[in-house]
């Protein structure tokens, strides 16, 4: 999965841990490594100092053999062991011609540089204190650790033996030289033999003790430095994993959040496991939350959703996940094998949501997209470990939004066709404002008719879009959309603009014109100059106001009624006439009735569709009839279609018929043949 959250938890988990897991090692092995060498050094300093003195004098001794044969001197053994340090005679080919005192050298053998002469000199090691020994870099080495167990033990040994002596012979002991031998190796008598002589380092007991606790307290340094770094360590690995917790939890219900849920939901799905499973995403909202922190307060609001996600939490099953998203939403990631099932599931996680609280029954709504079922562009189906979770629960969220326009409870699953509509939607803002330009919307007509003599007596303007991309598109497609993004106040401009020019020619023509009612939506009434923009664009055309009719939909009535009430007024001082249109399709109607100075009252088409059996319809219509003619109005119902129908209009007195019944709406062209004569036939539908 490629996202911002799993980007940002990688980084933060990779240094937070790991950095300090490598700093930690690398000082570690450093530290070590530098004690190790530094002690090397130190002694190997000691040592080759030591060196120099006893190859001179050795090799003296190796002179002295050499000069003792060429001068055939029968006392030369006696010379050489006078100086009192044991050495022996050995041939080329390792017979042994002489030797003084113990002989105690080993196999283990090397060349050693001597810095100060520039030369390799041949040395072996001592079998029994063999703590010095040629190393392989062309130095003497100290075999520091086998030399520290062994002054140990002799320390303990002196220590037993002078438990019950006086200070001074305690003292004598641990003062005593020690002395560590290696066996320096000259060739004589021009090569064919070797003088090999011991060499001996003499090293103070009480030395040995300084330099042992230089080497511990450099030791315990170390440990407490590496202690400090670990402890380092550990906290930056504490703070790491306390930074992904809070990465991850929500700060309102304390529980997962979006990010969480991203990488969760991605490993369970990339799972193996998974593969043999159904998923679905759910986003479930809780309806009218802010209205709920209104009456409540924003506190016992947040309260109120860490009761949900907890409940939420204990209806998921191992292999499901939940998190809070936004504001009053969570995302579900639930496994199922049938979609009836899932909804049963949903609907009791529903239900006992919203009865959680003994004084409150919540509403939620839930929108669903079931992973994977529908098929990639290769039209294959698309596997779980393939899934985007965020287009998937974008989905969940697009179905649910089908639901938004009712407060109940309800659930939404995602198919195909909300994907279209997505795309429609996209493809219609992307042209809207070059069909304007381009003039693609076309003006319709629709002639209103008096059902007594079928006289044509006015027309609503209806619009229509001619676009070379998507062909004739009727109004219901692109009107509602205009309406949520608000460039239906461009269309009104537009409409009223071209109405007021169509009837500016049809008179100077000498057509039978008629008023014509233009559509003015209720985003517009937002403008406290709205009345001023419709005088003026009907004056640039030169149209008298009189033919010209503001139509007004009842939801308008529902806004700022004071700013209508005035903008209705200014029109009417204006000349124009105003109407209400759908009349009967809201909840206000009567009270609306009751303030608004209405020229023009239009009766819904849905009075005339259904069943009219019991007369229950007509009872309305021709009460809806009487009242308006009471407060003065004209009547239209709109939407006839039935000869039955416009008789009753007309024996209940209303003014105008606009339906099917008499006309379909039409080209500007084909209006005017309306106007130029009384229609003696009505169309059939």
């Not at 062991?81 to 002989?103: A, P, Q, R, T």
């Amino acid at each position: 999965m490629s996202n911002k959250s799993e980007k940002r938890y990688r980084k933060i988990k990779r240094t937070s841990i790991w950095s300090s897991i490598l700093e930690f090692v690398l000082f570690s092995v450093a530290a070590a490594v530098m004690l190790a060498v530094a002690i090397q050094i130190f002694a190997s300093y000691i040592i080759d100092s030591k060196m120099i003195s006893e190859y001179e004098r050795i090799e003296y001794m190796a002179r002295l053999y050499d000069n003792g044969l060429k001068n055939k001197d029968e006392n030369i053994y006696n010379l050489l062991v006078e100086e009192g340090h044991d050495y022996m005679i050995v041939s080329d080919d390792g017979k042994l011609l002489h030797i003084n005192g113990e002989n105690t050298i080993s196999d283990q053998s090397g060349t050693v540089r001597l810095s100060e002469y520039g030369e390799d000199v041949l040395v072996y090691r001592d079998k029994e204190r063999g703590f010095v020994y040629p190393g392989s870099n062309g130095r003497l080495g100290l075999d520091f650790m086998a030399f520290r167990e062994w002054i140990a033990s002799e320390d303990d040994a002196y220590d037993n033996d002078t438990a019950d002596s006086d200070i001074e012979k305690a003292y004598e002991i641990h003062t005593k030289m020690i002395q560590l031998p290696i066996w320096i190796s000259v060739d004589v008598d021009g090569g064919s033999k070797h003088f090999i002589g011991k060499a001996v380092f003499s090293v103070n007991r009480h030395d040995t003790r300084i330099l042992t606790y230089l080497t511990i307290a450099m030791a315990a340094l170390l440990v407490i430095i590496l202690i400090t770094m670990l402890a380092a360590a550990i906290k930056n690995v504490v703070r790491q994993k306390r930074m992904i917790n809070l990465f991850f939890t929500d700060i309102v219900t304390d529980g997962h959040n979006w990010s969480w849920f991203l990488i969760k939901g991605d490993k369970m799905l990339r799972k193996r496991s998974s593969a043999k499973h159904k998923f679905a995403l759910i986003s479930l909202s809780f309806v009218n939350y802010r209205n709920y922190c209104v009456c409540h307060s924003v506190a016992e609001g947040e309260a109120l959703l860490c009761r949900i996600n907890d409940l939420i939490e204990k209806n998921t099953k191992k292999n499901e996940i939940c998190a809070h998203t936004t504001s009053a939403s969570f995302a579900l990631m639930l496994r199922y094998s049938d979609k009836a099932e899932l909804e049963r599931r949903i609907k009791k996680l529903i239900e006992s949501l919203s009865l959680m609280d003994e004084d409150h029954r919540f509403n939620f709504q839930a929108g669903v997209a079931l992973i994977g079922e529908d098929a990639g562009e290769d039209g294959k189906r698309i596997h779980n470990r393939d899934v985007d979770l965020d287009t998937e629960y974008n989905n969940a969220s697009a179905a649910k939004a089908t639901l938004s326009a009712s407060d109940d409870s309800g659930i939404a699953f995602f198919d195909t066709k909300l994907i279209e509509e997505q795309q429609w939607l996209d493809k219609v803002q992307e042209k809207q404002q070059s069909a304007l330009d381009n003039e693609e919307f076309v003006v319709y007509y629709q002639p209103k008719y008096d059902p007594r003599d079928t006289k044509l007596m006015g027309a609503e303007a209806l619009i229509r879009w001619d676009s070379p991309d998507f062909g004739f598109v009727p109004p219901g497609k692109f009107i509602p959309i205009f309406e949520k993004n608000g460039f239906i106040t461009k269309i009104d401009h537009y409409m009223l603009k071209h109405v007021a020019a169509d009837q500016k020619a049809w008179l100077d023509a000498g057509y039978n014109c008629v008023p014509v009612s233009v559509n003015v939506s209720r985003a517009h009434f937002i403008e406290s100059d709205l009345a001023e923009q419709i005088r003026d664009i009907v004056d640039e055309a030169g149209t008298p106001h009189e033919y010209i009719e503001i139509e007004l939909t009842e939801s308008a009535f529902f806004d700022d009624k004071k700013a209508l009430l005035n903008t209705i007024g200014r029109l009417k001082d204006y000349g124009f006439a105003v109407s209400m249109d759908d009349f009967g399709s809201g909840y206000s109607s009567l009270n609306s009735l009751k303030d608004m100075p209405l020229d023009v009252l239009k009766l819904d088409a849905e009075f005339f569709r259904g069943d009219t059996t019991d007369g229950r319809g007509e009872i309305v219509v021709s009460e809806a009839i009487k009242l308006g003619k009471q407060l003065n109005m004209r009547i239209v119902a709109e939407g006839v279609e039935v000869k039955e129908q416009v008789d009753f209009l007309a024996k209940e007195g209303c003014d105008m018929i606009q339906g099917y019944y008499f006309a379909k709406p039409m080209a500007g062209d084909d209006f005017v043949k309306k106007m130029q004569g009384v229609i003696e036939k009505p169309e059939s539908v």
